[in-house]
């Protein structure tokens, strides 16, 4: 049981070191936006616009946790476990956040969402919400 206690105390000091260093945050911030911007460019590609929309929801987010994977990965000052294993969360929750961002956005100006969207006309939210 001292193990798990020991464990968790060590991944809440290399939590803190990461949000203490401006060199991890970076990594982490990076990793989201190139994650964010690789995915958006990726989107509008003709061949992935063919696709079944679950098809291209799964493609974009694969190629989401890729690019924050491998971003954090390389910019992550810490040995290789807490790297790997920051490099997978961000990798998986860069669809999530940039989803969660992207509808508090046309929540609040709506006007922003035929500009943006990769599917003008088609509303992605619900306005009631």
């Given at each position: 049981m001292?193990?798990?206690i020991?464990?968790?105390?060590?991944?809440?000091?290399?939590?803190?070191?990461?949000?203490?260093?401006?060199?991890?945050l970076?990594?982490?911030?990076?990793?989201?936006?190139?994650?964010?911007?690789?995915?958006?460019?990726?989107k509008?590609?003709?061949?992935?616009?063919?696709?079944?929309?679950r098809?291209?929801?799964l493609?974009?987010?694969?190629i989401?946790f890729?690019?924050?994977f491998?971003?954090?990965?390389?910019?992550?000052?810490?040995?290789?476990?807490p790297?790997?294993?920051?490099?997978?969360?961000v990798?998986?929750?860069?669809?999530?956040i940039?989803?969660?961002?992207?509808?508090?956005?046309?929540?609040?100006?709506?006007?922003?969402?035929?500009?943006?969207?990769?599917k003008?006309?088609?509303?992605?939210?619900?306005?009631?919400?």
């Amino acid at each position: 049981m001292n193990e798990y206690i020991d464990l968790i105390e060590h991944a809440m000091h290399v939590l803190n070191d990461f949000l203490s260093t401006p060199t991890g945050l970076r990594a982490l911030v990076f990793g989201l936006v190139l994650s964010w911007l690789g995915t958006q460019l990726i989107k509008f590609a003709p061949t992935i616009q063919q696709l079944a929309d679950r098809d291209n929801r799964l493609g974009v987010r694969a190629i989401a946790f890729a690019i924050g994977f491998i971003t954090v990965l390389a910019l992550w000052p810490a040995p290789w476990a807490p790297r790997i294993g920051l490099a997978c969360i961000v990798g998986l929750a860069s669809p999530l956040i940039y989803k969660v961002l992207v509808l508090g956005a046309y929540h609040f100006a709506p006007w922003l969402e035929p500009k943006l969207s990769g599917k003008p006309g088609e509303p992605t939210h619900d306005p009631e919400l």
